[in-house]
């Protein structure tokens, strides 16, 4: 499940667009406030799987963490309910092999032995987008793996800290169909092989928390175009901009989105100060 289930955050958080000069200072946290705040909330820039030898939640992370009184995702990944719903629908309702030409059938078949020692017909009742997230997940060279949205979620639950989300799992899906219709999304998986280069390149970044060359690194046009840009980043990122300040203004909040979601004339951090709030990085 957790394999299924781990391709939303991962691929909606992992593209960006429109690279821009260094603007942003290298940062994975940030610190957010206002008059209206009784005590500043914090934004964490996360990478949503790495291999386990490369994760680590830094000591500024823990220390924001410890001052807050509620983590805020992506998506609420402790509501096993909604997680459960989604993943029926990451299942296609009907046969994969039924929408994809003799041709595509065969190069997704051999690709899904070399990469994953499994055959097109034991996926064939997942949706293209959830084949496509399997594959994914094998860019990262390592056989264990980690999540930044379950090691703070666990870290909640032992402070009994709330959890809450920033949209559905089931939204999260809808934005990540409407931004790779299947065209698009077969052009993904023909490129599979080029991804491996584009996720070291990017967990490189992330580790010296270079947020901007990380947002620069993944605006190949290969991997993504308007539409993608529109559903993935703008949309998104602008409804989060619109629920936060609420949020912040409860109780002190922790937020961790994908880094992509923070640089850029649309990101978060831009578009919070646009609402005037202070973002500052976390350096220590």
């Known amino acids: 499940m957790k394999k299924l289930l781990a391709f939303c955050c991962f691929l909606i958080g992992s593209f960006a667009i429109n690279a821009q000069k260094q603007t942003l200072e290298n940062s994975v946290l940030w610190k957010i406030e206002h008059k209206d705040l009784k005590e500043p909330s914090y934004l964490m820039g996360t990478i949503h799987i790495l291999c386990k030898d490369d ?5 500024k992370v823990i220390d924001a963490f410890d001052k807050t009184e509620r983590l805020v995702l992506e998506v609420d990944m402790s509501d096993m309910k909604a997680l459960m719903a989604a993943q029926k629908k990451m299942m296609s309702g009907g046969k994969l092999t039924e929408t994809l030409s003799k041709e595509q059938q065969a190069y997704l078949d051999n690709l899904l032995k070399k990469e994953l020692n499994m055959s097109l017909k034991m996926v064939d009742s997942y949706t293209l987008a959830t084949v496509y997230s399997l594959l994914i997940q094998q860019s990262f060279d390592c056989p264990l793996k980690k999540m930044y949205e379950v090691e703070l979620t666990n870290l909640a639950k032992a402070a009994r800290k709330e959890v809450a989300g920033l949209e559905t799992l089931d939204a999260q899906l809808d934005f990540f169909d409407k931004a790779y219709p299947k065209d698009f999304l077969w052009k ?3 490129l599979f092989s080029e991804y491996k280069d584009l996720t070291n390149d990017m967990v490189t970044s992330y580790i010296d928390e270079d947020i901007e060359k990380l947002y620069a690194e993944v605006r190949d046009e290969r991997f993504f175009n308007k539409t993608t840009e529109h ?3 703008t949309v998104r990122n602008t409804n989060w901009a619109k629920l936060m300040p ?7 909040t922790f937020f961790a989105v994908g880094a992509a ?7 978060v951090i ?10 500052t990085p976390v350096l220590k």
Do not use: C, D
Not at 55 to 59: A, H, N, Y
Not at 270 to 279: A, D, E, F, I, P
């Open 270 to 279: 831009n578009l919070l100060r646009q609402k005037g709030y202070t973002v």
């Open 246 to 252: 609420e949020m912040m203004k409860k109780q002190a």
């Open 261 to 267: 979601h923070l640089p850029g004339e649309n990101g």
């Open 55 to 59: 994760f680590s939640i830094p000591k």
């Open 188 to 190: 993904q998986i023909e």
């Open 231 to 233: 559903w993935l980043l």
